[in-house]
């Protein structure tokens, strides 16, 4: 059995079509490239470092890149071609991120490329096959193994389950996702009908191996007094993910420190860029 590039489903070695997508094989080559990989300067800067072999290739976001060798070719495409238009525009307009991703081919020998993601934090590698896979936060993708596909479809993504303009991703394929937290990272494995109730802003990642449930926090007094939102209820088996820094919480202290300066700004002459 292989992969189906464009879906993920296995398919058999000698299928021309995939019976789920209807892609044509013969057209879209399978993907089975094996990468080296190492994460440096945890757990506060960490930074990808993959080794990809000669012929291979690497999938990332956009702006991810911080290095590479002289002997790797960049093609720049859009999500479209990976989720279609619709599906690509609820990557970029609902979960924040760039319409573009970029495949780093190894030309004539193994190549070193790095790659890092904004949050200041840790980086971790998810695996990702027919029997488990990932529900993860969109704006934490850096970078993608061939054969794994992001699926925009699923409800947990286009309905918004998770609340607070946090979008979450459902993995599909076979193969190494990467994922940058905000802070360090928090693993928890849950035995079967072990629960842990997680914070959504501090919610990285969850394998599709487990039950959820979104709700807020208590009640509503709870809610608006106690200063959460909506907690989700994770029962076992399988991994939780945790990050250890809140981002709103993070904007709103920082707030603190600027805000004064911008709003005496914007009061006065404000702020003002390029030539009058």
């Known amino acids: 059995m292989s992969l189906c590039p464009n879906c993920g489903v296995a398919v058999?070695?000698?299928?021309?079509?995939?019976?789920?997508?209807?892609?044509?094989?013969?057209?879209i080559p399978i993907r089975t490239t094996q990468i080296k990989y190492d994460i440096k300067y945890r757990p506060s800067y960490s930074l990808l470092e993959v080794l990809v072999p000669s012929g291979?290739?690497?999938?990332?976001?956009?702006g991810a890149l911080i290095y590479m060798t002289g002997n790797v070719e960049v093609k720049t495409h859009t999500r479209v071609e990976q989720s279609g238009l619709l599906g690509a525009l609820k990557v970029s307009v609902l979960g924040g991120e760039t319409l573009f991703i970029n495949d780093y081919y190894a030309k004539g020998g193994e190549a070193k490329i790095g790659f890092v993601s904004a949050p200041l934090g840790d980086i971790t590698r998810l695996e990702i096959n027919q029997n488990k896979g990932y529900i993860v936060q969109s704006?934490?993708?850096?970078?993608?193994?061939?054969?794994?596909?992001?699926?925009?479809?699923?409800?947990?993504?286009?309905?918004g389950l998770f609340g607070q303009n946090l979008f979450m991703i459902k993995t599909l394929g076979e193969g190494d996702i990467f994922i940058n937290t905000f802070g360090a990272i928090d693993k928890h494995d849950l035995g079967q009908g072990e629960k842990l109730?997680?914070?959504?802003?501090?919610?990285?990642?969850?394998?599709?191996?487990?039950q959820y449930q979104v709700r807020m926090f208590g009640g509503l007094k709870?809610?608006?007094?106690?200063?959460?939102g909506l907690v989700t209820e994770v029962v076992g088996p399988g991994e939780v993910y945790v990050q250890t820094k809140n981002p709103r919480e993070?904007?709103?202290?920082?707030?603190?420190?600027?805000?004064?300066?911008?709003?005496?700004?914007?009061?006065?002459?404000?702020?003002?860029?390029?030539?009058?």
């Open 12 to 27: 058999d070695l000698d299928a021309k079509f995939c019976r789920t997508c209807g892609a044509k094989l013969t057209e």
């Open 139 to 159: 704006s934490a993708y850096i970078a993608s193994t061939p054969n794994v596909k992001l699926d925009t479809q699923w409800q947990g993504f286009t309905k």
């Open 222 to 228: 709870s809610t608006l007094l106690g200063g959460e």
């Open 250 to 276: 993070f904007a709103d202290w920082l707030w603190k420190y600027i805000g004064p300066k911008v709003q005496s700004a914007q009061g006065g002459k404000g702020f003002h860029f390029g030539p009058r």
């Open 197 to 210: 109730i997680v914070d959504n802003y501090h919610l990285a990642a969850l394998s599709t191996t487990c």
């Open 56 to 62: 291979g290739f690497i999938t990332a976001e956009a």
